[in-house]
């Protein structure tokens, strides 16, 4: 078998004198999906935090294509062929759409800027919406279009291995299945990921492997195929969502957009 | 009236170049500087020494000056700034104060209260308004107006630039897609000190003399222009300046006889006071008025 794109090797991280992450390790075969779930306050987006260089590994160590990567910092990793999309849709709300993605292109235009056009096209082609609103403020964007961004302006960057944030979280049932399609799509080019997800039934119907994780460790590890309910009840406490895992999620996955900025305003009528 | 709008926008010009500095500083790392202007003060010996001692041409020191000052500022950020990201944002602006008080004691020591002056670039007298101004005056309003609604969209242009300003709304997420924010630190800290220098020795023509601590009066000022523009826009760091130096200019016609001292920071204090709690009263009062409204309809 050959090595694992990335190799988290028990690794150990915290903040001050907490520590969260209690020696967690999982491998993510090249062009594999992965998926961490856990309930809230598991360590899920700490150890992707980790990956990322943003939360230091106090010990233990990350390896990308076998090379030891503990020490470097997100920018570096970043370069070197990994792709972010953060929890909550982090994308810049004062720059336009086209810019926001030409920032996610940071690394691809310092290495070969001949590459950026098409690159630029891929996305737009994957998603017309931002092509049409290429000049709008991002800010100013509906939840859902955002999300879009957030993920094209990883794509952009032509990533080997994209770690992904809660996508499901705060979209509306359908933009939900839309964007399980664009990972699935993504997924079938050959990127490696990891997914972290509160939703099980959307993550469980995207992974290949399943990771569960409880208090800061890694209590479970296997192909989707062999979880069964019993596994899911004993680790996070939830009963039965396997089978039925897509039509649930767009039952249970009813929450509303959030709601527009700003007061409504009362217009005063003769 | 004239006089006031003339004096006002020579002051507030300045003002608004120190503003720019605080701004470029706060975009980029989140951090509020008390020190940037002091470094224009210290960065004025420089060119003292080279244009006054060594009887070099004014642009020498000049450049001579910026290149200091900017030294300064990244040598700063590349010991202390950077060493502390992640600390809580005023854990660093303590810092800069301590950097404000090193600078100062260093001054005093080299000069003493000395006072030394330096001459401007131009010093062709324009009457604007029936009020003497000189080249150098006109070059501080027009270049803090240039700054002001240029930096951004010359800042947009590059990629590294787009980082720079995508830095202020979130600096993970900036890491996150491979800019490297070290970088962008030091450039903010190396602009931010370069504009007090440019302030500071455009400025310095008009009043005649310095002494250690002479920037920092001014920087002060700017500091609050910043925060009446809302303290990460570039125009309304300009526009804070040029409004700040209308007042000063304004009540010093009008009370600058009653001698009293300091009325400078009387009248900064006052507005930026009626601005913060304008800010936190508006949306209030919006909302009452909003309420009254539905209750006609
Ligand atoms: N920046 C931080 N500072 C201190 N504690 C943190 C920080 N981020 C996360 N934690 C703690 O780490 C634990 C795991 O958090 P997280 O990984 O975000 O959980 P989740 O599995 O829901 O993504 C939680 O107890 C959380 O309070
Ligand atoms: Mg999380």
């Known amino acids: ?270 | 009236m004239g006089q006031v709008l003339v004096f006002g926008l020579i002051s507030g010009g300045i003002y608004g170049l120190f503003a720019l500095g605080v701004v470029m500083v706060f975009r980029g790392t989140g951090v509020l500087s008390f020190a940037q202007g002091e470094i224009g003060t210290a960065a004025l010996y420089v060119a003292a020494y080279l244009i006054n001692d060594q009887g070099l041409p004014w642009v020498v020191g000049a450049l001579g000056a910026l290149v200091f000052g900017i030294g300064v500022g990244v040598l700063f950020e590349l010991l202390v700034v950077r060493r502390m990201i992640g600390a809580d944002p005023v854990s660093t602006a303590v810092a800069t104060v301590g950097l404000l008080l090193l600078i100062t004691t260093i001054e005093i020591q080299y000069a003493g209260s000395t006072l030394i002056s330096v001459r401007g670039p131009i010093s062709q007298h324009f009457a604007v308004f029936g009020v003497e101004v000189t080249g150098t005056q006109v070059l501080g309003v027009l270049l803090a107006l240039a700054l002001g609604f240029g930096l951004q969209s010359l800042l947009r242009r590059t990629d590294f630039g787009l980082g720079i300003l995508a830095a202020a709304q979130d600096p993970t997420a900036v890491r996150l897609v491979g800019v490297p924010l070290s970088r962008v630190s030091a450039t903010v800290w190396g602009a931010g000190a370069a504009l007090s220098v440019i302030a500071a020795l455009l400025v310095e023509p008009g009043i005649g003399v310095f002494a250690p601590g002479f920037a920092s009066q001014l920087y002060l000022v700017g500091l609050a222009a910043a925060v009446i523009g809302g303290l990460t826009s570039l125009p309304g760091a300009v526009i804070g300046g040029l409004a700040l130096g209308l007042v000063e200019a304004a009540a010093n016609k009008w009370f600058g006889q009653s001698g009293v001292h300091g009325l400078r920071y009387v009248v900064v204090l006052i507005v930026l006071l009626v601005v913060l709690v304008g800010r936190q009263l508006l949306p209030e009062l919006r909302a009452r008025f909003d309420t009254r409204a539905e209750a006609v309809a």
């Open chain 1, 1 to 270: 078998m050959s090595t694992p794109l990335l190799q988290i090797l028990d690794v150990t991280a915290g903040f001050g004198a907490t520590t969260v992450l209690h020696g967690v390790s999982i491998d993510v075969p090249e062009g594999s999906i992965a998926g961490i779930f856990g309930l809230n306050g598991a360590g899920k987006s700490v150890t992707l935090k980790t990956v990322a260089g943003v939360v230091p590994a106090r010990s233990g160590q990350v390896l990308l294509d076998g090379e030891d990567i503990t020490r470097w910092g997100p920018e570096k990793r970043v370069a070197r062929g990994m792709g972010h999309i953060p929890q909550g849709r982090q994308v810049f709300p004062e720059l336009t759409v086209e810019e926001n993605l030409r920032l996610g292109a940071y690394t691809l235009r310092r290495r070969d800027r001949s590459r950026y056009a098409a690159s630029l096209d891929a996305v737009y082609d994957r998603f017309p919406v931002l092509r049409e609103r290429r000049s709008q403020l991002a800010g100013t964007m509906s939840g859902g279009q955002q999300a879009s961004l957030c993920v094209g302006r990883a794509l952009i960057n032509q990533p080997r291995l994209v770690l992904v944030d809660e996508p499901s979280a705060g979209l509306s049932p359908v933009a939900a299945l839309e964007l399980r399609e664009v990972l699935r799509d993504v997924a079938a080019t050959g990127v490696t990921m990891v997914l972290v997800e509160q939703n099980i039934a959307f993550g469980l119907s995207l992974v290949d492997t399943a990771h569960l994780m409880q208090t800061g460790t890694v209590v479970h590890s296997s192909p989707v195929g062999d979880l069964d309910d019993a596994t899911l009840a004993t680790h996070l406490g939830i009963g039965s969502v396997l089978g039925a895992a897509t039509s649930r999620m767009l039952s249970s996955r009813a929450t509303p957009e959030p709601p527009k900025k700003g007061k409504p305003r009362v217009r005063r009528t003769a």
